[in-house]
């Protein structure tokens, strides 16, 4: 399965925690990210990601073009709600996509937990069928 990877400033050492516990079952996927977070990803698990240009200078919505391509199948975005961002539309839209082309995302820790086990055993093979 193909995997976007987003986390908010104020989310990447948690987005790097999660990646470290659930490393066995990533490594398995295809990984891909906006940029800083793909690099921190990368230099903790030794994972391979696919890295996009950082957040606001245009990696969501470069991850925004695959899902609406059908290339990604699950999104774990953990993002910021208590800070305003400026570039709060493209995030906007990267989730009104998830929505549109049936996308699971995680926009939260515990989501995100949930979506991984799900991964794990195989609940997620209906979007191979989908691609």
């Not at 050492?13 to 490393?23: E, P, V």
């Not at 695959?66 to 989730?95: C, G, T, W, Y």
Request: charged residues 20%; hydrophobic residues 40%; aromatic residues 6%.
């Amino acid at each position: 399965m193909n995997i976007g990877l987003i986390a908010h400033d104020e989310k990447k050492k948690l987005m790097q925690n999660f990646t470290i516990a659930y490393r066995h079952i990533l490594s398995k996927h295809e990984l891909y990210a906006t940029g800083t977070t793909g690099r921190l990803i990368e230099e903790v698990t030794n994972l391979t990601v696919h890295k996009y240009l950082t957040g606001h200078l245009g990696g969501e919505q470069q991850l925004g073009s695959q899902i609406a391509h059908n290339q990604i199948d699950l999104v774990f975005f953990l993002r910021d709600p208590l800070s305003p961002k400026s570039h709060e539309p493209d995030v906007n839209a990267l989730m009104r996509l998830c929505d549109i082309h049936n996308i699971p995302l995680a926009t939260n820790l515990a989501t995100a937990e949930l979506l991984i086990k799900a991964l794990e055993r195989g609940d997620l093979e209906w979007r191979n069928i989908i691609r």
